[in-house]
């Protein structure tokens, strides 16, 4: 340790020496004047002495376990060896997330990217690649790495393929990694905000420790996301510079080029946005290639189609693809339009050749006279296409199946409610133009002040209620309520005004296997009764022995008083110091742990949550049974104490918990399946959406497919939602 943090330990040992001495010192001068007995006053002074000789001892096993705790500096292996797992980590999540979205299925989507014609203004034109080269993804990978800098920029229109080609690189660079090549994460550019983190390397940092908590089992422990891109052992590819608003574009091309150095990069952006963060900005991203995407050619989409056809099709579909050649009619002409981008063709293939419709509608030039026409069609009909062609399966099995039953109707309504939501600024933060949806950020996007009252209401209601059952009809019925309605409103007051905290905090890490971790349970658990028992001890036996002594005025009273506090404290504080070290052991995540996911983020903070209510209201409601029985309670009132003990164990659990994501989902959840907008187990239907291939996933991060999608439902969802009632 550094010697300041000694300094401050013998500051705090001397301050504490002091405190003790005094302390001592005031309680036996306070035994003599009250008995006037040596005797007593001695015995006392002995007890007293004991009480305060733990302090130190306990004292002195924190520091010994803190620093036993002392960091080493990493070695070369150490980080080699994380960039491995992350590696491993990265291409299994982008494996099943390129399965859920077809990339492969029957064959990657036919896109080639060339350099764009603008490269004097875009790109640095000593690094780029002799003009009219053109290349597909297998192609890119090995220009990429060839390269000396190994930056890239995809840029293009509205479904263009941009996020389809950064999958694909990332799994090609995974695939073919050698040992010691940077690892390639892709991340969404709209969760940074590069005022608040000008050196890229602090947010890939935070956002892979969310993504990948079992990076902390490996040496590194809890800083190794920040070792491996403090070393250069990361790849970021930014998708989506477009969705940060137009000061953060021009603020996030300054921050790369400031923070990168010699590192490497991939950023896809929308064309528009890009030249105007270059413009803004005044310089482009330095030693950069910047590539655009070739619109597909009517060849190309045809022969793309008879690859996901039957051998035969049936005059439907020979009809459309001859068409498609010829451009005979305006109908043939849009609809070729609308197959010359992978978005286009994607829909097509969605809601015609996967459902087995047949397509001949589509060469009606009065019903479809215009691209903007055919577009319109295929997104009002992709959602019921992709629901019809996946039926249901309850099993886990099929990763391409929903585990419900939906109606289309009603989902585009839940769907289009949330993409009205990522529509609207954030309500508790600055405006931004984010689209990402992270559940926990649900509460953002809702009024705080109603769903706080919900939350608190329920905690007063709870709080009041096991008050009245404690105090029971032995104060009165009167008194009990009085009681318990001051104390519940107090409850309900302090959950309202924190509230707003819960919807800031990030979810957690919790696991519960037992399997390799078995000696870290013991470690905590020990370590923590150790300790708190201790402290809590000696807090109790001067408590104790100060209030009953002044209550009592004798030195009974004082032996008494100390007795009883050490037992009450030695027996609170080993209680909570087990429930303390068993929510630190699931916060800590297994190395075989896989990238944190939106349902498993969503889960491993509700476990957190629950067994930190569980195992501080069952120790709330062990002290309240315990302080009971030593008062010779009857059998009922070691009930009702306990049942309150647990109560108020249960809300403290919350209210002054590290991660309380989950409360706070819950509460805004409820408030909005009340109102119909969206279903009470809305994380089970986002999965459902995102085993349709409606959503994508980047870590716990959900993103709707293609942002026109995501528009369309939105504007769905506000022209028909003011014309249904809701319920107040």
């Known amino acids: 340790m550094a010697s300041g943090d000694g300094a401050w330990w013998r500051t705090v040992a001397a301050v504490a020496g002091l405190l003790g001495l005094a302390g001592s010192l005031a309680l036996v ?23 305060l000789a733990v302090i130190p001892l306990g004292l002195g096993l924190w ?15 150490e980080v080699s060896a994380a960039a491995d797992v992350l590696a491993g980590l990265a291409l299994e999540q982008w494996r099943e997330e390129a399965r859920l979205r077809s990339l492969y299925d029957p064959h990657p989507m036919p896109v080639r990217w060339r350099l ?30 060839a390269s000396e800098r190994r930056r890239l920029v995809l840029m293009g229109g509205p479904g263009t393929g941009k996020t389809t080609l950064a999958v694909q690189l990332v799994l090609r660079l995974l695939a073919t990694r050698e ?42 422990g809890p800083h190794a996301t920040a070792k491996l891109a403090g070393r250069g052992y990361l790849l970021p590819v930014l998708d989506g510079l477009d969705e940060l608003s137009e000061h953060s574009r021009a603020a996030a091309l300054t921050a790369l080029n400031h923070s990168l150095g010699e590192d490497s990069l991939i950023l896809t952006s929308r064309t528009r946005d890009f030249a105007q963060a270059v413009s803004q900005a005044g310089h482009t991203l330095t030693a950069a290639t910047v590539l655009v995407p070739e619109l597909l050619t009517p060849k190309t989409a045809v022969a793309y189609l008879r690859t996901c056809l039957p051998t035969s099709p049936g005059p439907g579909w020979e009809r459309i693809l001859h068409e498609m050649t010829a451009a005979a009619s305006p109908a043939a002409a849009a609809l070729r339009q609308v197959c010359a981008t992978p978005l286009g063709l994607w829909l097509l293939r969605a809601v015609y050749v996967d459902t087995g419709a047949d397509p001949a509608p589509l060469l009606d030039s009065h019903r479809f006279p215009t691209s903007a026409a055919v577009d319109s069609h295929l997104m009002e ?60 950020h649900l509460a953002r996007h809702v009024p705080p002040a109603g769903t706080g009252l919900l939350c608190g209401t329920v ?24 009681f318990g309605g001051g104390l519940g409103t107090f409850g309900m007051i302090l959950v309202v005004s924190e509230f707003p905290a819960w919807t800031r905090e990030p979810p957690a890490v919790a696991d519960l296997r037992l399997a390799g971790r078995g000696h870290l349970l013991l470690r905590l658990a020990a370590r923590n009764v150790l300790t708190l028992g201790l402290v809590s001890g000696a807090l109790g036996g001067v408590t104790g022995t100060t209030v009953l002594g002044l209550m009592t005025g004798g030195s ?65 409601a062990s002290v309240g049974a315990g302080a009971s029985g030593l008062m010779a309670g009857s059998l009922d009132e070691v009930l009702r104490a306990a049942a309150l003990g647990a109560t108020l164990g249960s809300v403290l659990a919350i209210l002054f918990g590290r991660h309380r994501a989950w409360p706070a989902y819950l509460g805004t959840v409820c408030r909005l399946a009340w109102s ?52 107040a």
Not at 65 to 76: D, H, M, V
Not at 189 to 215: K, M
């Open 381 to 440: 009909h992709v959602l019921p296409a992709l629901i019809a062609t996946r039926p249901h399966d309850s099993g886990t099995a099929e990763p391409f199946r929903p585990r419900r039953r939906h109606d289309p109707a009603q989902a585009g309504r839940w769907l289009g409610h949330l993409a009205h939501r990522l529509n609207q600024p954030h309500l508790s933060e600055r405006p931004r133009e984010s689209h990402d949806f992270a559940w926990w």
């Open 29 to 51: 001068a306070a035994v003599w004047l009250l008995t006037g007995d040596l005797a007593t006053t001695g015995s006392a002074a002995g007890l007293v002495g004991l009480v």
């Open 116 to 145: 764009t014609e603008r490269s004097t203004l875009l790109t640095d034109s000593a690094t780029t690649p002799p003009e009219g080269t053109v290349f597909d993804a297998a192609s890119l990978v090995e220009r990429f790495r």
């Open 179 to 220: 040992a010691g090549e940077p690892v390639p994460v892709l991340l969404s550019a709209a969760d940074w905000d590069p005022d608040e983190s000008p050196r890229v390397q602090d947010w890939l940092a935070l956002r892979l420790d969310r993504d990948y908590p079992a990076l902390r089992a490996t040496a590194l």
């Open 63 to 77: 520091r010994w376990l803190r620093s036993s705790r002392a960091e080493k500096a990493p070695t070369s292996t």
């Open 459 to 482: 905690a007063g209601l709870l709080i009041g209620s096991a008050i009245v059952l404690a105090l029971g009809t032995d104060a009165g019925l009167g008194t009990s309520l009085v």
């Open 676 to 727: 119909e907008r969206t279903p009470l187990r809305l994380m089970s239907f986002l999965d459902d959406a995102h085993r349709l291939g409606l959503l994508r996933a980047v870590g716990p991060i959900y993103q709707f497919r293609h942002a026109r999608l995501r528009d369309h439902l939105a504007a769905a969802y506000e022209r028909d939602e003011p014309a249904r009632p809701h319920r």
């Open 556 to 620: 009974g009273g004082l032996v008494t008083g100390l007795a009883a506090g050490l037992t009450i404290g030695l027996v609170v504080g080993p209680l909570f110091g087990l429930a303390v070290g068993l929510i630190k052991w699931i916060e800590t995540p297994a190395p075989e742990s896989r990238a944190n996911t939106p349902t498993a983020s969503y889960r491993a903070d509700r476990r957190l949550n629950l067994v930190r209510i569980t195992a501080l209201g069952l120790a709330g």
